[in-house]
T-cell receptor
């Protein structure tokens, strides 16, 4: 079974509108972390936001927020007020095990977001 | 802001040749990683490194791969005898133990093309 599933290969959003990128995960480890990265066409991986499995509140970082629904094992990324510069590939990733360890990240297949003017 | 630096940004090599990809992690970080991304595919974990030894490695990381931290700053990935299927973007990443997040900070990647 896939550990990280991103079901939307491509998404379009109008500039200034909000968009939700879906991510579901599968783990039996009670301690894990969920990450979102942005990969623009230049190729670098840019960290956006983190959610720990024991965090009580949904993470927010500026225009990015993570809609964490633990029972559903989903960690959707919400981008508010989309900008043209948000056009990129977005990857959801998971680290199984507690923070402070050298555990690998497992990535989803990504969602290509295009922001329309 | 501190960042992970990778060199070169693009490397072209002939099949069968050895290549060394170089990375300078963020200076106070303790954990180091290599990932690869074949064009159009997902990012795949290769290896993690802590306290001068490999912590974890994936099944991709076979005997043709090796990693080293030859001095206090560099972290290298060596591919001994490159194959066409090694063509990919290779990302170095580092993270620290402080705080709860320990997100991995990625370098800008080295695009390896094997011809």
């Amino acid at each position: 079974a896939q550990k990280i599933t991103q079901t939307q290969p491509g998404m379009f959003v109008q500039e200034k509108e909000a968009v939700t990128l879906d991510c579901t995960y599968d783990t039996s480890d009670p301690s894990y972390g969920l990450f979102w990265y942005k990969q623009p066409s230049s190729g670098e991986m840019i960290f956006l936001i983190y959610q720990g499995s024991y965090d009580q509140q949904n993470a927010t970082e500026g225009r990015y927020s993570l809609n964490f629904q633990k029972a559903r094992k989903s960690a959707n990324l919400v981008i508010s007020a989309s900008q043209l510069g948000d056009s990129a590939m977005y990857f959801c990733a998971m680290r199984e095990g507690p923070s402070g360890s050298a555990r690998q990240l497992t990535f989803g297949s990504g969602t290509q977001l295009t922001v329309l003017p | 802001e501190p960042e992970v630096t990778q060199t070169p940004s693009h490397q072209v090599t002939q099949m069968g040749q050895e290549v060394i990809l170089r990375c300078v992690p963020i200076s106070n970080h303790l954990y180091f990683y290599w990932y690869r991304q074949i064009l159009g595919q997902k990012v795949e974990f290769l290896v993690s490194f802590y306290n001068n030894e490999i912590s974890e490695k994936s099944e991709i990381f076979d005997d043709q791969f090796s990693v080293e931290r030859p001095d206090g700053s560099n972290f290298t990935l060596k591919i001994r005898s490159t194959k066409l299927e090694d063509s990919a973007m290779y990302f170095c990443a580092s993270s620290d133990r402080q705080g709860r997040r320990t997100e991995a900070f990625f370098g800008q990647g080295t695009r390896l093309t094997v011809v």
